[in-house]
Nanobody, 117 residues
Framework: QVQLVESGGGLVQAGGSLRLSCAAS????????MHWFRQAPGKEREFVAG????????NYADSVTGRSTISRDNAKNTVYLQMNSLQLEDTAVYYC??????????WGQGTQVTVSP
C-alpha cells in the first residue's frame, strides 16, 4: 500500500524555522511530482510548493516564495519543505501529495504547524 507520512511540524515562534519531511513508500517515487499543501482553520486547502520528479523545476505560492525551499531526495523517497521566517499566517495543517500527469494520486495525513507570537 502507498503511504505518505509527514513529520517535522510543531510549535514555533514567529520568525523561526521548520523543516517538514514527507516519507513515501509503496510507489515509484521518482515518477511523481511532489507537492505541499496546507489548510488553515476556516480556509480552503491551498498550494504551497511543488517539485518535479528530478527536481528540475520548483514552484511556490506567493505567500511563501523567498523564505521556503522545497527539495527531494529520491534515494530516500522523501520530499522536504524548509520554511524560514515563519509567520502567524503559516499556521496550518501541512499535507504532502504525489502527483502524476496532473492528478494528485496520494495524500499524507498531514502535520500541524503552529506559529506563536
Amino acid at each position: 500500500q502507498v503511504q505518505l507520512v509527514e513529520s517535522g511540524g510543531g510549535l514555533v515562534q514567529a520568525g523561526g524555522s521548520l523543516r517538514l519531511s514527507c516519507a513515501a513508500s509503496g510507489l515509484s517515487f521518482s515518477n511523481y511530482g511532489m507537492h505541499w499543501f496546507r489548510q488553515a482553520p476556516g480556509k480552503e486547502r491551498e498550494f504551497v510548493a511543488g517539485i518535479s520528479p528530478y527536481a528540475l523545476n520548483t514552484n511556490y505560492a506567493d505567500s511563501v516564495t523567498g523564505r521556503s525551499t522545497i527539495s527531494r531526495d529520491n534515494a530516500k523517497n522523501t520530499v522536504y519543505l524548509q520554511m524560514n521566517s515563519l509567520q502567524l499566517e503559516d499556521t496550518a495543517v501541512y499535507y504532502c501529495a504525489a502527483e502524476r500527469g496532473g492528478v494528485y494520486d496520494y495524500w499524507g495525513q498531514g502535520t500541524q504547524v503552529t506559529v506563536s507570537p
